[in-house]
């Protein structure tokens, strides 16, 4: 594959050490030439799914510019929800943090309200919680 195709992206969560590999823009071809040593072990222990979560680019920034990956928590109006992907609506969707529960097959938020919202801010993501600068807004 050339990589000047390709446009989806990744944060890379690292289970191992409790961190994103390199938060913000990972391009997985990047990841696998820089941390072949890691990826090695990983998949040769048949553990990449338990060690390596890979949260794609929804594609959307919220209001402050972030771009929007599966995993990350919502703010303001839509706190307690996060971004995942439904298999059942074949879409990124918002869910209940708590329950796991799709809000577009409940009926009550479908992702094509969700991105014409103003005010969509990132506060966490479901590895490191809440962010500090967000706790207390
Ligand atoms: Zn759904």
């Known amino acids: ?68 990956y599966e995993g990350d928590i919502m703010g303001g109006v839509l706190g307690g929800l996060y971004v995942k992907w439904c298999d059942k609506c074949k879409q990124f969707q918002l869910h209940i943090l708590n329950t796991n529960e799709c809000m577009a097959c409940g009926g009550d938020l479908h992702w094509s309200e969700f991105v014409t919202f103003d005010d969509n801010e990132v506060i966490g993501n479901i590895y490191e919680g809440v962010l500090p600068k967000y706790e207390n807004k």
């Open 1 to 68: 594959m050339n990589k000047e195709e390709r446009e989806i992206k990744f944060k890379v969560w690292d289970n191992w050490n409790k961190k994103f590999l390199n938060y913000g823009e990972v391009d997985i071809w990047d990841l696998i030439f820089q941390e072949q040593k890691l990826m090695e072990e990983i998949y040769t222990d048949g553990m990449a799914n338990e060690c390596l979560e890979f949260q794609q680019y929804t594609g959307l920034k919220d209001k402050n510019g972030v771009e929007i």
